[in-house]
């Protein structure tokens, strides 16, 4: 069964940094993309971040580009987001989720982000 575990969320002034974890178990293909939703309150869930393991290509949401840096380490099966310069809009439940080449999705649970003004 594929899981995913994410950590790191917080709360965080303005300004401040914090890096999202996700471990991901339950699979042994290292043909994979994963990446980094989020949800604010009273709003949609969008794509922030995500990286392709085939080449490395990564993808970022513009209203993150220039702050956030997605990377992986395949050793220990772990994506991260490094989240610098955070802005209050950044305040979402942030959510991992990993897609497979059959089009198989897996969602972890949220880690709470909250930046303060």
């Given at each position: 069964?594929?899981?995913?575990?994410?950590?790191?969320?917080?709360?965080?002034?303005?300004?401040?940094?914090?890096?999202?974890?996700?471990?991901?178990?339950?699979?042994?293909?290292?043909?994979?993309?994963?990446?980094?939703?989020?949800?604010?309150?009273?709003?949609?869930?969008?794509?922030?971040?995500?990286?392709?393991?085939?080449?490395?290509?990564?993808?970022y949401?513009?209203?993150?580009?220039?702050?956030?840096?997605?990377?992986?380490?395949?050793?220990?099966?772990?994506?991260?987001?490094?989240m610098?310069?955070?802005?209050?809009?950044?305040?979402?439940?942030?959510?991992?989720?990993t897609?497979?080449?059959?089009?198989?999705?897996?969602?972890?649970?949220?880690?709470?982000?909250?930046?303060?003004?």
């Amino acid at each position: 069964e594929v899981q995913l575990q994410a950590s790191g969320g917080g709360l965080v002034q303005a300004g401040g940094s914090l890096r999202l974890s996700c471990t991901a178990s339950g699979f042994t293909t290292d043909d994979y993309a994963i990446g980094w939703f989020r949800q604010a309150p009273g709003k949609e869930r969008e794509g922030v971040s995500c990286i392709e393991s085939s080449d490395d290509s990564t993808y970022y949401a513009d209203s993150v580009k220039g702050r956030f840096t997605i990377s992986s380490d395949n050793a220990k099966n772990t994506m991260y987001l490094q989240m610098n310069s955070l802005k209050p809009d950044d305040t979402a439940v942030y959510y991992c989720k990993t897609r497979f080449p059959n089009g198989m999705e897996y969602w972890g649970k949220g880690t709470l982000v909250t930046v303060s003004s």
